[in-house]
């Protein structure tokens, strides 16, 4: 099984609650003795995790960041046997799906995973083309989401928005382009929320494939939002909608 890093307090942490033994080991920065650090060790020895005392040079170098937080850890990859079908069947409730077409940069996917997250999103579905994969920045920045939410991504992206359809799954596309709000459609039925990345926003066959597509009211004097910020919009009103 092949490893990988991970930095920060919430994403080592996440790990520690939900795969202990699947760290290998955690370096910490010696010279933090705050009361959070204490607690974080502590949580560590209780789970029998390998600490190795670091400097912050060394812990720089292991995870590529200067925003380690005095926290990194060498982890084996977990293994994903689930397909989207296979979190879809265990969805008990109604589907929430958040896809996202061309997202490439690791900050934005964090956030939108850690958002995905918040709002109770069952899955991420990004194309395996054009976007970016789970690396240590973006578990650093999603909080632990990188560790609860599937990313799952396709070969295809327009087919499985496809099958997405044959499992009766409404695709709602964000478009600055069109006239219908976000606001005026009915997100309490099973839902697949389409966000592109900012600037060229989604493909012209992403956006075909889409059931509808609305805009997000803009009322100032930018024309969009980020992408993580956009997707936390769309997310939370179909919350709100159901009740959240």
């Known amino acids: 099984m092949s490893a990988k890093i991970l930095f920060g307090f919430h994403a080592v942490t996440v790990r520690l609650k939900t795969a202990p033994q699947s760290i290998t080991e955690i370096h910490v920065d010696t010279t933090r003795r705050d009361q ?18 670091s400097d912050d040079d060394r812990l720089a170098k292991l995870c590529g960041s200067s925003r380690h937080q005095g926290v990194v850890a060498r982890v ?20 929430l799906v958040l896809v996202l077409d061309g997202v490439t940069d690791p900050h934005n996917l964090g956030a939108c995973l850690r958002v995905a997250d ?18 240590a920045t973006v578990a650093k920045v999603a909080s632990g989401a990188a560790e609860t939410v599937p990313y799952l991504m396709v070969t295809n992206l327009a087919r499985t ?14 478009s600055d382009d069109v006239q219908q709000s976000l606001y005026d459609i009915d997100l309490k039925r099973p839902v697949a929320l389409v966000l592109g990345a900012e600037g060229q926003g989604m493909r012209q066959l ?10 997000i009211p803009m009322k100032g004097a930018v024309e969009s939002l980020n992408v993580s910020v956009a997707s936390g919009v769309c997310l939370y009103e ?3 909608q159901r009740g959240g």
């Open 161 to 174: 928005l496809n099958e997405l359809k044959e499992r009766d799954i409404w695709i709602v596309g964000t």
């Open 36 to 53: 959070r650090m204490r607690q974080f060790v502590e949580r560590a020895k209780e789970a029998g995790v390998r600490l190795i005392d």
């Open 118 to 135: 918040g709002a109770g999103a069952h899955a991420v579905v990004a194309p395996k083309d054009h976007a970016v994969g789970l690396n």
């Open 76 to 95: 084996q990859v977990l293994p994903q046997s689930h397909s989207l079908d296979d979190v879809l069947d265990a969805v008990e409730g109604v589907p």
């Open 238 to 240: 179909a919350l709100r």
């Open 206 to 215: 992403t956006a075909k494939t889409c059931d509808v597509l609305v805009r």
